[in-house]
C-alpha cells in the first residue's frame, strides 16, 4: 500500500490546485476504500475471521477493493450484490480476486444483517462488514489522511457517498487543530448530511456542505459532466470518474467561477479513488 499518499500540485484551467492521490493507494484497493477498510480488517483478523462477507451494488468500489484487500491479506471473501444478475468489468475483477458472488433482489437487499444470518449464523469464521465500509472503523481510517499532510491549505475538499470520510476528514482537522475549510460534496440528493455534521459538530463553523452538485442523484451525469470529466483526465493525466471525483472537482471550477471560492487560496482535493469506475459510462464518452 503506498502510504502515505503522495500529493500532486496540478494546472486545470486556470486553477492551481493540490491534489491528495488515495487513489494511488493501490490499483484496486483504491482511495477512501481502503482508509474505510483499514481497521476493520485488523479487526477481523484479531478476531481470527477468515470470511468477510459484505454488501454492494453491481458497480460497487467497495467490493472491489474488498475482494482485492481480502486476496492480498488472507482472507477469503462474499458479498450479496444488489439486483438481478449481470457482468461488467468491477465485477469480473472481484471474480478474479476470488470473491465469490450471489445476487439477491432489491427488497431482500434491504435487509443486510438478515441475508448475512440466513447464511452465516453458524460460521463463527465469517466477518459482517457494512456496505462501503461505513462506521466507526471507517471513520478513524479516513482521519489518517489529516494526519499525512505536510502543509497547510485554506480548503480541503472532499466528495461524500454516506458521508463517513468527510465526517473523518473533519474529525481529523479537528484533532490537529487545522485553519482549513472543509468543503464537502455530496454526490447523491437527499443525503442530509447538513443535519449529521451539525449533530456529530454542534459548535462547528469551518465546513461548508455544497448540495447542488449531485447531477440528479447517484450515478446521474448530464454530457456537461461527462465532457468535463474528459476534460479533467486529458489535460491532467489524473484518471478520474464522473460519479464521484468528475462532481467534486466540477464543484471546485464552479464555486471559483462564480466568485464563491478565492483561486488565490491553496487549495487540497482529495482524491478518493474508484478512478475504474470511469469504464462504466464509456457509451457517454465522446471522442
Ligand atoms: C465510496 C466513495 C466515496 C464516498 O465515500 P463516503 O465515505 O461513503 O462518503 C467517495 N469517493 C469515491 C471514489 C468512492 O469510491
Not at 58 to 80: E, I, T, V
Not at 117 to 130: G, H, K, L, P, Q
Not at 143 to 160: P, Q, S
Not at 267 to 272: A, E, G, M, T, Y
Amino acid at each position: 500500500m503506498r502510504i502515505p499518499s503522495p500529493v500532486d500540485k496540478i494546472k486545470f484551467r486556470d486553477l492551481e490546485i493540490s491534489v491528495k492521490r488515495d487513489d494511488l493507494i493501490d490499483p484496486y484497493i483504491s482511495g477512501n476504500k481502503w482508509r474505510k477498510l483499514k481497521y476493520t480488517l485488523e479487526e477481523a483478523k484479531r478476531k481470527d475471521k477468515k470470511l468477510l462477507v459484505s454488501f454492494g451494488g453491481p458497480y460497487s468500489n467497495h467490493l472491489l477493493a474488498l475482494a482485492a484487500a481480502a486476496a492480498k491479506f488472507g482472507f477469503k471473501s462474499y458479498a450479496f450484490v444488489r439486483g438481478e444478475q449481470v457482468d461488467n468489468i468491477q465485477l469480473t475483477l472481484c471474480k478474479l480476486f476470488g470473491m465469490q458472488l450471489h445476487f439477491v433482489s432489491r427488497e431482500a437487499y434491504h435487509n443486510k444483517k438478515l441475508l448475512f444470518e440466513e447464511s452465516f449464523a453458524y460460521n463463527e469464521a465469517a466477518y459482517f462488514i457494512d456496505e462501503g465500509g461505513a462506521g466507526e472503523n471507517g471513520r478513524l481510517g479516513c482521519e489518517e489522511i489529516i494526519a499525512e499532510l505536510t502543509e497547510d491549505y485554506a480548503h480541503i475538499f472532499c466528495a461524500a457517498g454516506t458521508g463517513t470520510s468527510a465526517l473523518g476528514i473533519f474529525h481529523g482537522i479537528l484533532r490537529h487543530k487545522l485553519s482549513s475549510k472543509l468543503h464537502v460534496v455530496p454526490v447523491l440528493k437527499n443525503l442530509k448530511l447538513k443535519e449529521v455534521f451539525s449533530n456529530h459538530f454542534p459548535t462547528a463553523v469551518n465546513y461548508i456542505i455544497h448540495e447542488s452538485y449531485h447531477f440528479g442523484g447517484y450515478a446521474k451525469v448530464n454530457s456537461e459532466l461527462i465532457e468535463f470529466t474528459q476534460e479533467f483526465i486529458r489535460s491532467t493525466g489524473i484518471l478520474i470518474d464522473p460519479v464521484y471525483m468528475g462532481k467534486l472537482l466540477y464543484a471546485v471550477v464552479n464555486l471559483t467561477c462564480t466568485g464563491q471560492l478565492n483561486a488565490d487560496q491553496k487549495i487540497l482535493i482529495i482524491h478518493s479513488g474508484g478512478a475504474l469506475g470511469t469504464l462504466g459510462f464509456s457509451e457517454h464518452f465522446k471522442f
